[in-house]
């Protein structure tokens, strides 16, 4: 008897041990893509919430982090798990994961980083409106014009019309606004744009190739997952060929670009922590609403620009 009963206490205590504890928030971090660059983001999203006093370490907060490696059905297992569990909040990074998990829940918080407004991601109702349970910070593609507008002041074209190229997602919606607003900004000011759609990673090496051999002067990396995935691999052909890259996002700079204008990703994600972390203490989401992004910087590789012998305003900070 005394045996049965020590039974029944133990697996008790195990049932009681390897329950929640609801005290303790816990958040699901989906990444869509292994990427140097938007893993920034993720390291600033989680050092504002530390700093705030939700530390798993102290275990004052618990982290669900998956990476879906650029697999969409995988990317949405992931959001599923994290409703099923269920987790306090999603944090979303970068525009991909935002839009799997506003189509998966509209109850969960979701703080996206890394991503357009709501607009640009086409996520609005009817009126207009973002959904409810949208927060985190996103971004216009107001950046966009300074960073393209950088290359006809320091590029000399080969022969008579500078020449620029570009590939683009012609999937994802941030993808096709930005890349017509270039054709806008290209047009107006000169410059014919050689442009490739692509439709995945394993399509890029192709397809850049296929881009560099129509005489551009410049490459210009356009802010999508697709050129943010394969970088290393566009840079890889772009340096064979002799061919400058200029982006919008700054992060793409330490990776071997010339130069960009654009947000600064860690920042990025770091205001996203501080924005969860005002949801986490209060418990509430009122007063809340997605943010612009506040943080962006200039910025250029002075060994890139060493390489082509290219002199980048003084305004420009340089990368290591």
């Known amino acids: 008897m ?13 049932v009681c041990c390897n329950q929640k504890n609801p005290d303790i928030p816990v958040i699901g971090f989906a990444d869509a893509f292994q990427d140097n660059t ?8 989680f050092d504002a919430l530390q700093q705030e006093g939700f530390d798993e370490k102290k275990e004052t907060l618990k982290i669900i982090y998956r990476n879906a490696q650029g697999s969409i059905p995988t990317l949405t297992q992931i959001i ?20 799997t998990a506003i189509q998966n829940t509209r109850e969960i918080p979701i703080f996206m980083m890394v991503s357009p407004t709501p607009t640009l991601m086409r996520v609005n109702d009817d009126k207009g409106n973002p959904p409810s349970n949208l927060f985190g910070v996103g971004e216009t593609l107001d950046y966009i014009d300074t960073s393209f507008l950088l290359i006809p002041k320091v590029i000399q074209p080969k022969s008579g019309t500078l020449r620029v190229g570009m590939i683009f997602n012609q999937s994802e919606p941030q993808s096709v606004e930005s890349m017509d607003r270039i054709k806008q900004l290209a047009g107006a000011n ?11 990673s394993a399509d890029a090496q192709l397809v850049t190739a296929s881009l560099l051999s129509e005489n551009i002067d410049v490459f210009f990396a356009n802010p999508d997952n697709i ?32 130069a960009a204008y654009g947000a600064d990703i860690y920042q ?17 989401a009122d007063g809340l609403h997605w943010e612009m992004v506040n943080a962006r910087k200039r910025v250029y590789n002075p060994a890139v620009a ?12 340089a990368v290591q």
């Open 2 to 14: 005394k045996k049965g009963l020590f039974i029944v206490s133990f697996a008790i205590s195990i």
């Open 38 to 45: 938007i893993e920034q983001a993720k390291t600033g999203f």
């Open 80 to 99: 599923k798990y994290f409703i099923s569990q269920p987790v306090t909040l999603i944090a979303a990074s970068p525009s991909i994961s935002a839009i």
């Open 190 to 200: 000169n410059i014919h744009l050689v442009f490739r759609p692509v439709n995945s």
């Open 227 to 258: 050129v943010f995935g394969s970088f290393e691999t566009i840079l890889k052909l772009c340096n064979q060929n002799r061919i400058p890259i200029f982006t919008s996002e700054a992060g793409l700079v330490e990776r071997g670009a010339l």
């Open 268 to 284: 990025w994600g770091y205001q996203a922590g501080k924005q969860a972390a005002k949801y986490l203490k209060t418990k509430s």
């Open 306 to 317: 060493k390489k082509f012998n290219i002199d980048i305003p003084s305004n420009f900070q």
